[in-house]
């Protein structure tokens, strides 16, 4: 039986003036407790150094560069890279990236997890995909969800990587919401999917979603685990951040679709669960042979469409 014992390394409020040092000492905590419990990898949410900081607008972007990193690990994270190797403990990590400028001068910034194995070796780094949020300054709102003016969508779609004996795929945050991200990550054979997130309890666009949103975090992974026969680990950035409340409920989803484990604070809580990876087998094989069921020559507008087309019209 492969297991992966796999530690969801939820994180309460990281505020402003908290710095780095101050936030990798919550990480290395969960780190040795997730170690003290069996742990294989721990998975930490997305922004997982810094309080979420696109809540605020700021017009010269350059004045919010600090809080983003230019080297993985760098100064500040390498106790974290050094205690996991020392452990042999693997984890995953959402951080804000700004890169090392292009040919031409240009910087870009992506919202970022990073995979580490058991060695403390890098096994991959994911870019966020899908963007939610809005791109310029929405004065009106009670706080800023400007991600689409902070980060570029990652251009290199969704991977699936060999690590801790089977196949892991990354997904940040809104892209737990699309099916296509799970979907393409199931097309290459992920077993476990590992996802950090930020979500404010108040949705501003339609504030009647606010009481639902932690049936929709769990609706949108146990349909992804599900649907796609993997395991699905979500962890929370929660509590109130800057006097915004944000979503806990991490959890971790067996390919059956069940919560297996979850958090019951808001607050740093390390969740943990033994992982059977061979039971992905029992829906991949059978009601999700993709291989024998699936139909794309029925779905081009999946990848043809970007929006909706009345076709009758
Ligand atoms: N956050 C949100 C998410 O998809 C959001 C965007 C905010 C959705 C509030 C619903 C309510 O969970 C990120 N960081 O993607």
Known sequence: ?????????????????????EVVER???????????????????????????????????AEADHWYETE???????????????LGVGFCLGYAELTPPDADGTVHRFNTQILVERDGSVVARYRKVHIPGHEHHEPDRPFQHAERYYFEPGPDGFGVWPAFGGRVGMMICND??????????????????????????????????????????????QAGAYQNGAWVVGVAKGGVEAG?????????????????????????????????????????????????????????????????VLSDE
Not at 246 to 263: D, N, R, T
Not at 272 to 295: E, I, M, N, P, Q
């Open 244 to 308: 915004v409340d944000s979503l806990a409920q991490s959890m971790i989803v067996a390919p059956s679709g069940q919560i297996v484990a979850q958090a019951y604070t808001a607050g740093d809580e390390l969740v943990v669960a033994s992982c059977d990876l061979d039971w992905c087998k029992r829906y991949t094989g059978t009601l999700f042979d993709f291989d024998r069921y699936r139909r794309p020559k029925v779905y081009t507008r999946i990848t043809s469409q970007r929006g909706v």
């Open 176 to 221: 737990r919401r699309w099916p296509e991200s799970y979907r393409v990550m199931g097309l290459q054979g992920v077993e476990l999917i590992l996802c950090g997130y930020n979500t404010p309890l108040h949705y501003v666009p339609d504030p009647s979603q606010d009481v639902l949103q932690g049936f929709h975090n769990a609706l949108v992974m």
């Open 27 to 61: 990480l290395l905590v969960l780190l040795r407790d997730g170690a003290a419990r069996g742990c294989d990898a721990v998975v930490f949410p997305e922004l997982a150094l810094t309080t979420f900081f696109p809540r605020w607008f700021v017009d010269d972007i």
């Open 72 to 86: 993985m690990p760098g100064p500040d994270t390498k106790p974290l890279f050094d205690e996991a190797a020392r």
């Open 1 to 21: 039986m492969r297991t992966v014992v796999v530690g969801a390394a939820q994180l309460g409020p990281i505020e402003a003036e908290h710095t780095r040092a």
